[in-house]
Nanobody, 120 residues
């Protein structure tokens, strides 16, 4: 599985952005289980933003609840993150993640990251 993100950029506080992540899947992959978004700001750690399972169950970080919405198109192997009411503290590199399985193994994949900058 290879992931390609798009949609990052510079926006003023209070604005919106929509991130997309498309997965390229080889024939050996049985299913993509969970897809999600993580972010890394100035600190050393990458933090969870939101995840969505193949059955549609979602999970959000407390800091983005009510502002961000994750969605998924299973037919296109694509996950989206609609970000509204953006704050300067949302500034980070956002990474797409996918957990997938093939016969005999379960693995995860990461995208290259897309920069989101929110100005005050």
């Amino acid at each position: 599985v290879q992931l390609v993100e798009s949609g990052g950029g510079l926006v003023q506080a209070g604005g919106s952005l929509r991130l997309s992540c498309a997965a390229s899947v080889s024939k050996s992959v049985d299913i993509i289980h969970t897809m999600g978004w993580y972010r890394q700001g100035l600190g050393p750690h990458r933090e969870l933003v939101a995840t969505i399972a193949s059955d549609g169950n979602v999970n959000y970080a407390d800091s983005v609840k009510g502002r961000f919405t994750i969605s998924r198109d299973n037919a296109k192997n694509t996950v989206y993150l609609q970000m509204n009411s953006l704050k300067p503290e949302d500034t980070a590199v956002y990474y797409c993640n996918a957990v997938w399985s093939a016969p005999g193994l379960v693995q995860d994949a990461w995208g290259q990251g897309t920069q989101v900058t929110v100005s005050s």
